[in-house]
């Protein structure tokens, strides 16, 4: 079964840092590219990271960039997202989401794969 | 950075009905535009992707059309599961990949 499992989620004082993880099972994880979605309680999807198969490209949200860095290990099937200077606007449930794409003239890529997400709690 | 909206936010329907929501660009992303079903407390499910092609498993009651700016996904005749909220994303932007706002499909 094709899954994803993300983990690391917690309660975190304005300012401080919290390690997200994502575990894929059921597919060649160095295979596909990943994102990282939240939402903010009672909000709407917000896309805040992406990273290619290899690592070599990697894209962040504004909201994000500067503070956040996401990796990933591929002999670990694993995803992760570092979050530093967390702030209040921060409070979201983290999703991981794998990346498909399909040809048809070009490229068209969509998050086809989903975890349940992991809270993230920033209060003092 | 392209902005996606969708309407109306917010919608009611009966079971039974034919329910279409939009989704307009900022500006032209091709076909580049997936849609997602979210229910509460639940993860997003794929439903649409490249606009118009159907993800496996998805029941063929959803639809989705257009190119360019405007956009619509259709569902021609509701279900009790089909009460969630829905997403257009666009993927034109590798660099950034935004959502609409949300459209929530509630029971009349």
């Known amino acids: 079964e094709v899954q994803l499992v993300e983990s690391g989620g917690g309660l975190v004082q304005p300012g401080g840092s919290l390690r997200l993880s994502c575990a894929a099972s059921?597919?060649?994880?160095?295979?596909?590219?990943m994102n990282w979605v939240r939402q903010a309680p009672g909000k709407g999807l917000e896309w805040v990271s992406y990273?290619?198969?290899?690592?070599?490209?990697?894209y962040y949200a504004d909201s994000v960039k500067g503070r956040f860095t996401i990796s990933r290990d591929n002999a670990k099937n694993s995803l992760y997202l570092q979050m530093n200077s967390l702030r209040a606007e921060d409070t979201a449930v983290y999703y991981c989401?794998?990346?498909?794409?399909?040809?048809?003239?070009?490229?068209?890529?969509?998050?086809?794969?989903w975890g349940k997400g992991t809270t993230v709690t920033v209060s003092s | 950075d392209i902005q996606m909206t969708q309407s109306p936010s917010s919608l009611s329907a009966s079971v039974g009905d034919r329910v279409t929501i939009t989704c307009r660009a900022s500006?032209?992303?091709?076909?580049?535009l997936n849609w997602y079903q979210q229910k509460p407390g639940k993860a997003p499910k794929l439903l649409i992707y490249?606009?118009?092609s159907l993800q496996s498993g998805v029941p063929s009651r959803f639809s989705g059309s257009g190119s360019g700016t405007d956009f619509t996904l259709t569902i021609s005749s509701l279900q009790p599961e089909d009460f969630a909220t829905y997403y257009c994303?666009?993927?034109?932007?590798?660099?950034?990949?935004?959502f609409g706002q949300g459209t929530k499909l509630e029971i009349k």
């Open positions: 500006q032209s992303i091709s076909s580049y």
């Open positions: 490249a606009a118009s």
């Open positions: 059921g597919f060649t994880f160095s295979s596909y590219s």
């Open positions: 989401a794998r990346d498909e794409e399909v040809e048809r003239g070009g490229y068209y890529y969509y998050m086809d794969v």
């Open positions: 994303q666009q993927s034109y932007s590798t660099l950034r990949r935004t």
């Open positions: 990273i290619s198969s290899s690592s070599s490209t990697i």
